[in-house]
Structure formats: C-alpha cells, structure tokens
C-alpha cells in the first residue's frame, strides 16, 4: 500500500514537474499558459498530428481499429460459442479471434475501408434524421382529429416531415455520389 501511494505521488510530481517549463529567455509562464500547452500537447497525441498524415490515411487508420475491435469480438464471439466452447480454450479464442481480424483488416484496401467508413455513416445519418420523422408521422396518423384545428395541425406536420424527407433525400442523393 505504501509502495502505491510513493508511486502515485512520484507520478504526479514528475508530471507537475514537466508542465512547469520556462521560456526560451528564462522567465516562467504562468500558470494559465503552461496548462494550455500541457492539454494541446497531450491532445496532439490523440490527433495524430505529429506524424502529419493526410485526413484520408488519418481516417483509414481510425476505421482499421474500429474494424479491428468489431471483427474480434465477432470472432471471439462466434468461437467462444461454436468450437471452443471449453473455459481453457478461451485463449485459443483470443489468439485465433486476434490473428483472423489482424489479417482482415491489413488486406483490407484503403478504400474499402473509406467506402464502409462513409456508408456506415450515410446510414446513421438518415437513421438519426429518419427515425424521428416516422415516430412523428405515427403519432400523427393515430390519434384521431375531431375537430378543425387538429386536423389542420396535422396536415401541417406532415408538411413539414414532407419537407423534411425530401431535404434528407436530396441530401443522401448527393452523398451517394460521392460514396
């Protein structure tokens, strides 16, 4: 417990100690300023910026991981419930789950990836966009109008959600295009 504790304390006081950098003529920032260039300087790392690669192998990479994360656990999922059902052969799950989506995705060309990056999201989009609007409209079509004012609010909100499908339409059109 003791050895935790000097650890922790050891670790915060290296990484004060690296945040309280001095200007090139020797006069300290200040606080404020230190702590903006710590946080873009732990940001950059997460952006990738430092290695200055274009958006497109940028985004190829992001999606390679994502695509990783999800053909694993298919992977493990699939040979967890199949063929090594057994609890010690859930390493050789692990092992095989990894070397199959490793090798997925590596041959996997970029714009594969692009195309499903785009797709995938093409398709949350519309759903984001889509799946309110068909809520909205069977709200609508089921509660009944009895009198004038309710009917004519409904014909409205149906305006409105045909004004918004043929938005979202046009706007999909374009993007397939693109895709």
């Known amino acids: 417990m003791q050895k935790k504790w000097l650890m922790r304390f050891f670790s915060i006081s290296l990484l004060a100690l690296t945040g ?19 946080i873009r300087a732990i940001l950059d790392v997460f952006t990738l910026e430092f ?5 497109q192998t940028r985004m190829a990479a992001f999606l390679r991981i994502l695509l990783f994360i999800a053909i694993y656990a298919a992977m493990y999922e ?19 789950s990894i070397i199959l989506s490793l090798v997925s995705i ?15 999201g093409s398709i949350i989009g519309a ?31 149906l305006a409105i959600l045909l004004w918004v499908l043929t938005i979202v339409s ?10």
């Not at 309280?20 to 710590?38: D, I, Y």
């Not at 709200?139 to 009198?147: D, F, K, L, V």
């Not at 046009?170 to 895709?179: H, T």
């Open 51 to 55: 290695l200055q690669l274009t958006d």
């Open 78 to 96: 699939v040979l967890t419930n199949t063929i090594l059902r057994n609890p010690q052969q859930r390493r050789t799950a692990v092992v095989v």
């Open 127 to 157: 759903a984001f966009i889509l799946v309110p609007v068909a809520i909205t409209f069977f709200i609508i079509w089921g509660t009944p109008s009895t009198t004038r004012p309710q009917l004519i609010f409904k014909i409205g909100a």
């Open 170 to 179: 046009k706007s999909l059109s374009e993007l397939g295009s693109v895709v």
């Open 20 to 38: 309280c950098v001095t200007k090139a003529g020797g006069t300290p920032l200040n606080f404020k300023e230190t702590l903006q260039e710590l």
């Open 106 to 120: 590596i041959t996997l060309p970029v714009e594969v990836l692009l195309t499903i990056g785009g797709l995938y």
